[in-house]
T-cell receptor, first 115, second 113 residues
Framework: GAGVSQSPSNKVTEKGKDVELRCDPISGHTALYWYRQSLGQGLEFLIYFQGNSAPDKSGLPSDRFSAERTGGSVSTLTIQRTQQEDSAVYLC?????????????FGPGTRLTVT | GQNIDQPTEMTATEGAIVQINCTYQTSGFNGLFWYQQHAGEAPTFLSYNVLDGLEEKGRFSSFLSRSKGYSYLLLKELQMKDSASYLCAVRPMFSGGYNKLIFGAGTRLAVHP
């Protein structure tokens, strides 16, 4: 079946502009996660959605970052007034639920470059 | 705080065995995952450990010692396609279904002929 998809695959933007990154999780997966991976770094947790519960935004690095998940499916991560330090690969993952052993399935990521 | 350590790089020979170590210090523990990530691709799930001991899955095995805060991933009969980064991730707590993972920086493994 279809995996997690993300768009765009690459995004180059000028400093100060806003960007929107999209994630389509696997159908039926109720949990959705956003991570950021900078060059040579591990995955940094950003935000987590589970069903209709309030999202956990504890990993968002600043108030320029926001995310929403509409209809419990597609999610959009928005970065306002982008800065060069926002350059990274943004990965989305989904899992079947919040069960203890449920693995997270990752999308291919969006490579964001802020010039 | 949360801290996960793993070696930055390792090299090994095709056909050999390699062990990638991971140590963690987290606020609570509710499971450890290993993921494989080829350059430019998404991480893919390899293994999950929540109890002490060894989990074997084909050429790959993963070990966990909760008392030592330690895990390793063992890769046998190495193939060139095993050249990738290996990510260790810990779920520090599982409260109300919260499935957040803390990732290490990853170990880049290079397999050479």
């Amino acid at each position: 079946g279809a995996g997690v998809s993300q768009s765009p695959s690459n995004k180059v933007t000028e400093k100060g502009k806003d960007v929107e990154l999209r994630c389509d999780p696997i159908s039926g997966h109720t949990a959705l996660y956003w991570y950021r991976q900078s060059l040579g770094q591990g995955l940094e947790f950003l935000i987590y959605f589970q069903g209709n519960s309030a999202p956990d935004k504890s990993g968002l690095p600043s108030d320029r970052f926001s995310a929403e998940r509409t209809g419990g499916s597609v999610s959009t991560l928005t970065i306002q007034r982008t800065q060069q330090e926002d350059s990274a690969v943004y990965l989305c993952a989904s899992s079947l639920g919040d069960g203890a052993s449920y693995e997270q399935y990752f999308g291919p990521g969006t490579r964001l470059t802020v010039t | 705080g949360q801290n996960i350590d793993q070696p930055t790089e390792m090299t090994a020979t095709e056909g050999a065995i390699v062990q990638i170590n991971c140590t963690y210090q987290t606020s609570g523990f509710n499971g450890l995952f290993w993921y494989q990530q080829h350059a430019g691709e998404a991480p893919t799930f390899l293994s999950y450990n929540v109890l002490d001991g060894l989990e074997e899955k084909g050429r790959f095995s993963s070990f966990l010692s909760r008392s030592k805060g330690y895990s390793y991933l063992l890769l046998k009969e190495l193939q060139m396609k095993d050249s990738a980064s290996y990510l260790c991730a810990v779920r520090p707590m599982f409260s109300g279904g919260y499935n957040k993972l803390i990732f290490g920086a990853g170990t880049r493994l290079a397999v050479h002929p």
